[in-house]
């Protein structure tokens, strides 16, 4: 039976995050596509109308045919033009790709066929047939570990409360960066809850003296990166901290706006249910950290909506727009049924790009591309930093005291300004890739993560790690200029060495964020791992020439003698540690977890004081084997002890 309405098929999109009907944006493979078919009724009485279309790989392989997932409304008597049915998902036919079908290769739309949805038969229309001829094109996936970073206020005269990072927080922004971001992948290296280390837990004015801030817990997130990939983590990592706002909102930065890859630039980003007048899904944590990590792939502020101008010259499209009109680009988010989320259109001169400060942000085609084109260089990076072979493993520890086996290893966008206005700028120096005999000095390895504010010249070393190796090139010894990048003061890590042999110096790379407002402090992070010599004394940290900050080390830290559970809390995992004699003052312990049987080691806690640890059993699956592991440390040599495993049950 033909229906005597009569249709016209206007266009054809095939679409993943944002595209324009000219396909100019590349097709990532494996990723989730829809094919959005725009139609119109020209003849005949109104209908709502399902489609098939037949869709072809190349000439040797069978057809396949898919139905749309909706069905439209036409009507000859009231048409709708293309622009207003591309800004909703609902009026357009949309029929999502099988995922073998999104292959790298051709992809041939051959026909749509067009019936009643209600009395069936089929509706004739005008239209180009066959339709599109797209090409998907093999990407990186994007690797990332998102920490939850915990933290305890206790204001005077209250009982302390804790503010933890939720579960939708998380997987928001994981769904969000698979459905906005140009891979088709996203490895999630394993996730955790962390205590931050950095905090004034009794402060009685959150919003004028907050707790801690993004330096802060970049600074950790640091720490932490170096200890990962010295255990043989993959270098392409990016790392992103999220912070619950029931305690105060931390606004969120990253650790520089790298413009050459670099993967040791790591971000902090709020999360919390928040509005914002325009996100009503429960979390904004999806597109406020797919902000934050765009700075670490390079991307800056366009400058529209009172973020910093640093990219406005080049930024294409007007008032930070995905489109400079309703005929080019739209974003298009394809929907998480697990989260929810429906399928759903961006209309690109509605919505703004998730770099910018402006309401409804999705990535547009010059942010989208611009992070496919760092991900493309990123993964020629080296996949990480093994352990030298032939290391020997520790003895697994019992929860009863008993003699250890240990290893002992000698090692001698300016913040977002969407809330009350704050000064953070950050310096940043890559982390290194081995050691180095000719970089002055040579021996064994540390990671110096700090703070330093070039405004003030202040600065405090805040983690000083051994690693056996590393992310990129080590610092290299030589001589401080008189001043550094735009003529401010130079930083530099000073090696002291004892038995009067002179230092080494190793001048830091000062890596900012975007410019900071005139007049505004300018703070940041250190974060560099240097060879320390044959006989080490102490690094001091260098601004403008002067030393604004000493680590001297400890005597080398005790030997685990044994770890016995304690009270640690419903759904927790704790052991206290047993060193024989208390630590020094100026020791400190890593706690890092196995999954895997001890191929991959990942580091939970750095810069802890209390020789305690603390497991949180509902991060794992149940079934999960997890072991555990401690590294005590002075800063210069460390001893490594693997400690019982537990099964999540």
């Not at 000219?22 to 399902?50: C, F, M, W």
């Not at 520890?397 to 913040?415: C, N, W």
């Amino acid at each position: 039976m033909v229906s005597p309405t009569r249709a016209l098929l206007e266009g054809t999109e095939v679409t993943q995050s944002i595209q324009n009907l000219q396909h100019d944006v590349p097709l990532i493979a494996g990723k989730a596509t829809v094919i959005r078919s725009y139609v119109n009724g020209v003849e005949g009485p109104a209908a709502s109308v399902i489609g098939t279309l037949t869709l072809l790989r190349s000439p040797t392989d069978p057809p396949v045919t898919i139905t749309s997932v909706n069905s439209v409304t036409i009507d000859a008597n009231a048409q709708i033009d293309v622009p207003t049915r591309r800004a909703n998902a609902s009026l357009s036919l949309n029929f999502i790709v099988p995922a073998a079908l999104t292959a790298a290769g051709a992809l041939h739309v051959q026909r749509l066929t067009i019936a009643d949805a209600v009395v069936g038969g089929g509706i004739p229309f005008d239209g180009p047939t066959p339709g599109p001829t797209v090409w998907f094109h093999d990407s990186p996936p994007l690797r990332v570990r998102i920490l939850g970073l915990r933290y305890t206020l206790t204001p005077p005269g209250k009982p302390p409360a804790t503010y933890t990072p939720r579960d939708i927080d998380y997987n928001f922004l994981i769904s969000w960066l698979k459905r906005a971001y140009p891979v088709a992948e996203v490895i999630e290296a394993p996730h955790a809850v962390i205590d931050v280390t950095t905090i004034n837990a009794t402060t009685t004015d959150v919003e004028n003296n907050p707790p801690f801030q993004c330096t802060d817990t970049n600074a950790q997130l640091a720490a932490i990166r170096a200890l990962d990939i010295s255990a043989g983590g993959d270098r392409r990592t990016h790392y992103i901290g999220q912070v619950a706002d029931g305690g105060f909102f931390m606004r969120g930065c990253a650790s520089g706006v790298p413009a050459s890859p670099d993967p040791t630039t790591v971000a902090s980003s709020p999360c919390g249910a928040a509005t914002w007048g325009w996100d009503f899904d429960g979390s904004y944590a999806d597109w406020y950290g797919g902000h934050e990590l765009g700075h670490t792939y390079g991307r800056k502020h366009p400058g529209f909506c009172g973020e910093s101008q640093d990219d406005l010259q080049n930024f294409p499209f007007p008032n930070g727009q995905l489109a400079d009109t309703p005929n080019s680009f739209c974003g298009f988010d394809v929907g998480d049924p697990q989260l929810n989320l429906p399928m759903t259109a961006r209309p690109g001169v509605m919505w703004h790009d998730v770099m910018t400060y402006c309401n409804f942000q999705w990535p547009c085609s010059y942010t989208y591309e611009g992070i496919r084109q760092r991900l493309v260089d990123e993964d020629t990076l080296t996949t990480g930093a093994p352990a030298p072979p032939g290391m020997p493993v520790a003895a697994p520890i019992l929860a009863a005291p008993r003699e250890l086996r240990v290893t002992t290893v000698s090692s001698g966008g300016r913040s977002d300004e969407r809330f009350p206005k704050l000064s953070v700028t950050r310096v940043a120096n890559a982390l290194v890739a081995a050691a180095l005999a000719a970089a002055g000095g040579g021996g064994p390895l540390i990671s110096v993560v700090g703070t330093v504010d070039l405004t003030t010249r202040h600065g405090t070393i805040r983690y000083v790690n051994p690693v056996q190796a590393a992310a990129e090139q080590p610092a290299q010894a030589g001589q401080a200029d008189d001043a550094g990048p735009d003529g401010k003061a130079p930083v530099v890590l000073r090696v002291q060495q004892a038995g009067g042999v002179p230092p080494i110096d190793f001048p830091v790379t000062v890596k900012l964020t975007s410019d900071p407002e005139p007049g505004q402090e300018r703070t940041g992070l250190v974060d560099a791992v240097v060879p320390i010599g044959t006989n080490p004394a102490s690094v001091e940290l260098l601004v403008g020439g002067q030393v604004v900050d000493t680590f001297r080390p400890e005597d080398p830290p005790p030997a685990l003698q044994g770890a016995r559970h304690s009270t640690a809390g419903e759904g927790k995992f704790g052991l206290d540690l047993d060193f024989g004699a208390p630590p020094m003052a100026g020791h400190t312990f890593a706690t890092q977890v196995s999954t895997d049987g001890g191929r991959n080691w990942h580091t939970i806690g750095v810069g802890l004081k209390d020789p305690a640890i603390t497991v949180d059993r509902t991060q794992y699956p149940a079934g999960t084997e997890v072991q555990v592991r401690v590294i005590s440390t002075n800063g210069f040599t460390s001893t490594t002890s693997d400690i019982e495993s537990f099964r999540v049950n």
